[in-house]
C-alpha cells in the first residue's frame, strides 16, 4: 500500500516506515525512481494511479531488465493510510530467522512455503551488509559441520571473512547475493544454495531442511519453472492486504505525503 513511501513528519513522535531500523539502507534513489515515475503519472492521468500500483508495476518492471519474467501486475490498489516504524521489524523476516519462523510469518499472510522457496529467489540480484552475513560466517559451530545447516562452500567464506570482518568493519560494506551473475535474474541462486554458497544462513538453510530441499534441486534444474512459479508467487504477495476506497485507503499526489 506504499506506506513505505510517506516521509517521517518532524513533529510526530512515531516515525514512519520508510524510518525504521531494517528499512535505512534502502538508498535514496529508490525512493526518487518511483517519486518520478509517479509524478510522470500524474502528469498525464492525474488522481488515477496510485502510489501503491507504481511500486507493484515498478519492482515487475525492474526485474524483466533484469533478464526475469515478466508477469502480469493487477491494478487498483489504493495507497495505505498509515505508516508505522514500529511496524515493520514483525512483518519482516530477519536474516537470523529459522525456516520455522519464516513460514509462520508468510502463512499469516496466506503464503506458503513453496512461496518462501519460489520467492526466495530474488536472491538472484542485490546485495546484503555484512551485519546479516556475520552469522553465517561466524558462527563457528555450524560452519564446522560438514553438511551442517550452514554449510558453507571454503572460498566464498574466505571472500566474506576478508570483506566482512567479525568486528569493527565498515558497516557500508555490501556483498553480492549472487555470486555468480549478481545482475542478472536467473535461477542461479538455487544452484547456488546445491553448492554451499547462499549468501544468508536463512537461504542455506532452505537448502539443508528436508521439505524445501527438494523445491530447490527442482528450481536449480529448471528456470522457467522458476519464473512461472515467481511469477504467480509475486501476484499473490501483490494482493495481500489491498486496500481499495475511500474508507480503507487514499489515492496520494505526492507519493511521500498522506492525504488528510
Ligand atoms: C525469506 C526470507 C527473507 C529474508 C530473511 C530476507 C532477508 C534479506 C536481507 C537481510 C537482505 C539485505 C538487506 C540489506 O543489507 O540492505 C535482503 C535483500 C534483498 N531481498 Fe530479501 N529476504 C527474504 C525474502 C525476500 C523476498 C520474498 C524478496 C522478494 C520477492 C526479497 C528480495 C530481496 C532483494 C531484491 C534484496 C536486495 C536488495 C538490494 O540489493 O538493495 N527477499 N533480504
Known amino acids: 500500500d506504499a506506506s513505505i513511501l510517506i516521509a517521517s513528519k518532524p513533529d510526530s513522535k512515531e516515525l514512519a516506515e520508510k524510518d525504521a531500523l531494517d528499512n535505512k539502507e534502502i538508498p535514496q534513489e529508490a525512493y526518487e525512481t518511483i517519486n518520478k515515475a509517479k509524478a510522470l503519472v500524474e502528469a498525464k492521468c492525474p488522481g488515477v494511479v496510485s502510489c501503491a500500483d507504481i511500486l507493484a508495476i515498478s519492482a515487475r518492471n525492474f526485474i524483466h531488465l533484469a533478464g526475469g519474467p515478466y508477469y502480469d501486475v493487477k491494478k487498483g490498489r489504493w495507497d495505505g493510510k498509515t505508516s508505522k516504524a514500529s511496524r515493520v521489524s514483525v512483518n519482516l523476516p530477519q536474516a537470523n530467522s529459522t525456516i520455522d519462523e519464516i513460514l509462520k510469518l508468510f502463512n499469516s499472510k496466506g503464503l506458503t512455503l513453496e512461496d518462501v522457496v519460489v520467492l526466495s529467489g530474488a536472491h538472484t540480484i542485490g546485495y546484503s551488509h555484512c551485519k546479516y552475513v556475520l552469522n553465517r560466517i561466524y558462527d563457528s559451530k555450524s560452519t564446522k559441520q560438514a553438511k551442517g545447516p550452514n554449510n558453507i562452500d571454503p572460498r566464498l567464506l574466505k571472500a566474506l571473512t576478508m570483506y566482512c570482518p567479525k568486528n569493527g568493519g565498515n558497516e ?4 553480492p547475493f549472487d555470486v555468480t551473475t549478481p545482475f542478472t535474474f536467473d535461477h542461479a541462486y538455487y544452484g547456488n544454495l546445491e553448492a554451499s554458497m547462499g549468501l544468508l544462513a536463512t537461504d542455506q538453510a532452505l537448502f539443508f531442511d528436508p521439505r524445501t530441499k527438494p523445491m530447490i534441486q527442482a528450481l536449480a534444474k529448471d528456470e522457467q519453472k522458476f519464473f512461472q512459479t515467481f511469477s504467480l508467487a509475486m501476484e499473490k504477495m501483490g494482493s495481500i492486504g489491498v486496500k481499495r476506497g475511500k474508507k480503507h485507503g487514499e ?10
Not at 251 to 260: E, F, I
Open 172 to 175: 557500508d560494506v555490501v556483498v
Open 251 to 260: 489515492k496520494r499526489k505526492d507519493c511521500t505525503l498522506h492525504m488528510t
